[in-house]
């Protein structure tokens, strides 16, 4: 799913695969460059590997680590007992106005926690930059990109769909019955307020080096 230079959400492409390599990723992919996806300014998805090696090939653009998805990676590296405290603690990193303030927040929790956390410590080293990505971007807009949390609902409403059918006969009757859900989906959206501000939008088009489409674009993993 993307969003669009008019603010609104879209289904831009489905794809069916054996696996998640980045083989298949960056088939899928391509395959919507080939469509006439342009312009992509950021992509947000989970730490996949595979994915995120696509991304980096296929797109010239940011790549957003989903901040739900890190914040609980982040805490698996904390004693129970402390969980809290650390969450707490960097959730300040995230309400910061901008970067800088942002990372210097991020740096001051791992230098704090590395001696008794030194995993944490080295995880926030390693993703830092990957997860502070979305401040880069309008602040109208940051809220809506810092996660994958769209996209899950979306996936979710998939999986109790197909959960009903439980096993499919072929590959076709998946993208018919999926691809019903997320034409659903789509139409909805076009029924509904604007997801993202148009302004900023057009900020950033201006702010492209070439006359492109810009979407804004999530990946799932």
């Not at 109790?160 to 993208?175: L, Q, T």
Request: glycine fraction near 6%; proline fraction near 4%; hydrophobic fraction near 40%.
């Amino acid at each position: 799913m993307a969003v669009n230079t008019d603010g609104k959400r879209e289904i831009v492409g489905l794809h069916i695969g054996p696996s998640e390599a980045e083989t298949f990723w960056s088939t899928f992919l391509k395959s919507l460059v080939r469509r006439g996806l342009s312009g992509v300014k950021l992509v947000i998805s989970d730490a996949h590997e595979g994915l995120k090696a696509a991304i980096c090939r296929v797109f010239s653009a940011s790549w957003q680590r989903c901040r739900v998805h890190w914040m609980r990676n982040a805490l698996s590296y904390v004693p129970k007992a402390q969980q809290s405290m650390a969450a707490a603690a960097l959730r300040q990193a995230f309400i910061q106005p901008d970067r800088a303030g942002a990372a210097q927040a991020l740096r001051h929790v791992a230098d704090q926690l590395r001696g008794k956390c030194p995993k944490l410590g080295a995880f926030i080293d390693d993703s830092e930059t990957d997860v502070l990505a979305h401040l880069d971007f309008p602040s109208q807009h940051r809220t809506r990109i810092h996660s994958t949390n769209s996209l899950e609902r979306l996936n979710k409403e998939v999986k109790r769909r197909a959960d009903v059918v439980g096993i499919f006969p072929n590959e076709g009757s998946i993208i018919r019955l999926i691809g019903a859900v997320l034409l659903e989906a789509n139409d909805e959206w076009q029924t509904q307020n604007r997801y993202m501000q148009t302004e900023p939008m057009a900020e950033l088009m201006a702010a492209s080096t070439k006359p492109e489409t810009v979407r804004l674009s999530t990946a799932a993993a």
